[in-house]
């Protein structure tokens, strides 16, 4: 069952940069739907478009048979809770000014109304964020502090809490590993794989990394130059790859034991 359609979906810079060029997918409930390509080739922009945090030039993007680009700000906000991001950059994506408890509970906040939580109470949100730290292997000295007391990988894990909030169903997974070391990189793709199991979440993984792409996802799609130049199940296009493209992906890159 396909819990996002994406049909000819384009968006066009100034300039005329074609960064995605009628691009039609298929994200399956459930699934991890891999996104790979080099830097630059529109993987990011595409995450972003289906989120609506940019607008595209032209196309069509369902969520469960909703039309996303047919709904206003207000109404758009209520999707907000079943489509969230987790950001490339662990660094930039936290604010420095917040705590880590604040920073977890600010979407639960916000959200309130939107989940019929109105007069949500201070004992209710401890709760709930004392449970998202549980989940994303941080302890509860952690809420007190804030992002620029935590290393990179933690950054994310709280990056990835924050994102849970909301009891999503679908997660744009923006390169989570790349600004990470590679051991430190290899725990956050195992702790997204735990957290899809437990939590019954849908992923687009994007990432730059053809082996880390393979181990997390059940397809791959191969992106360059903005268009989708090839779709498959894993095993298919990392054993069986028809584009040239694809099949220099997966020469370029070392194997991962994660």
Do not use: W
């Not at 039309?67 to 109404?75: F, R």
């Not at 994102?163 to 600004?179: M, Q, T, Y």
Request: hydrophobic residues 40%; contains cysteine; charged residues 25%.
């Amino acid at each position: 069952m396909s819990l996002l359609e994406i049909r000819n979906l384009t968006k066009i810079f100034p300039g005329v940069v074609r960064a995605v060029d009628d691009v039609s997918l298929d994200i399956h409930s459930g699934e991890t739907l891999g996104l790979v390509g080099e830097s630059g080739s529109g993987k990011s922009t595409l995450g972003r478009l289906i989120l609506r945090l940019i607008e595209p030039t032209s196309g069509n993007i369902s969520f469960e048979g909703r039309d996303l680009l047919a709904v206003g700000s207000g109404e758009m906000r209520r999707f907000r809770r079943d489509l969230q991001i987790i950001f490339q950059d662990p660094f930039a994506s936290l604010d420095p000014r917040f705590r880590v408890e604040d920073v977890i509970a600010e979407p639960l906040i916000i959200h309130s109304d939107v989940r019929g939580d109105r007069g949500l109470g201070r004992a209710k949100l401890d709760r709930r964020v004392a449970e998202l730290l549980r989940a994303v292997g941080l302890d509860e000295s952690a809420r007190t502090r804030y992002p620029h007391e935590f290393s990179g990988g933690q950054r994310q894990r709280i990056g990835i809490a924050r994102a849970l909030a909301l009891r999503p169903k679908f997660i744009v997974c923006d390169e989570p590993v790349s600004a990470l070391d590679v051991s430190v990189g290899a725990q956050i793709v195992n702790l997204l794989a735990q957290l899809q199991r437990e939590f019954g979440l849908t992923y687009l993984f994007i990432s730059h990394s053809m082996p880390v792409v393979r181990y997390l996802s059940t397809r791959i799609a191969v992106m360059y130059k903005g268009k989708i130049v090839e779709v498959g199940s894993t095993d298919l296009i990392t054993s069986q790859p028809v584009h040239p493209y694809t099949r220099s992906l997966l020469q370029a890159t070392p194997e991962l034991s994660l």
